[in-house]
């Protein structure tokens, strides 16, 4: 039936793909629980343990993982977050996880996550981060040739970059015809 037949495909794939990345893991582990209740099974965990050799305690923490919104699925599979901090970011909703990402996503790092304590809502934390992180702060100097008032005159802009996206911001300013960095301190 289609039951067993997900089950198969998802067995096949922790077993012979190997190498699978931490939300591959996480999807199969999820969906196998998902089935295994379907079908009214009993003791879940102790069946996906022993058919996967994975710890009881791991299976807990990949299915909670399931929860984490993708950018946070990416971080964790290119290793940029751990498994533990992405475990802590699992227990925020999908909204609040969402607002994290985009307060944080440049400043995630190992120190930022031991200011995580329990029962901390999405803002305490980003509040907590924001106020522990030293961001500098670069002014990089930018022309680019304007066609629409004088096509002889440059329009030169200043503006703030962290280091970290300054790299980012050369990339799309050099995207504009004729745009350049003239300076950066």
């Known amino acids: 039936n289609d039951i067993k037949a997900r089950e ?16 591959d893991t996480v999807k199969c582990v999820s969906e196998k629980v998902k089935l295994l209740k379907e079908q009214g099974a009993s003791n879940i965990i ?7 050799d994975i710890k009881k305690t791991s299976i807990y923490m ?16 290119a290793k940029k977050i751990t498994l533990a ?5 699992a227990g925020f909703s999908a909204a609040d996880q969402e607002m994290i990402y985009l307060e944080l996503n ?7 996550f031991s200011l995580l304590k329990k029962n901390m809502t999405a803002a305490d934390f980003i509040a907590a981060a924001k106020a522990n992180t030293k961001v500098t702060m670069k002014t990089v100097q930018f022309s680019y040739q304007s066609d629409i008032e004088k096509s002889d005159k440059d329009l030169h802009a200043l503006v ?5 996206a300054l ?8 995207g504009f015809d004729g745009a350049y960095i003239v300076d950066y301190k």
């Not at 901090?85 to 970011?89: E, F, H, Q």
Request: net charge negative; aromatic share 6%.
């Open 106 to 112: 440049g400043i995630l790092t190992k120190g930022i």
């Open 85 to 89: 901090n992405a475990n802590k970011l």
């Open 8 to 23: 198969i495909i998802i067995d096949t794939n922790m077993m012979q793909r190997g190498n699978l990345s931490y939300s």
């Open 46 to 52: 102790d069946v996906i343990s022993k058919d996967y």
């Open 160 to 164: 703030m970059v962290s280091p970290e």
């Open 62 to 77: 990949l299915t909670r993982l399931d929860n984490l919104i993708n950018p946070f699925k990416e971080l964790m599979d």
């Open 167 to 174: 790299s980012r911001f050369k990339e799309l300013l050099e």
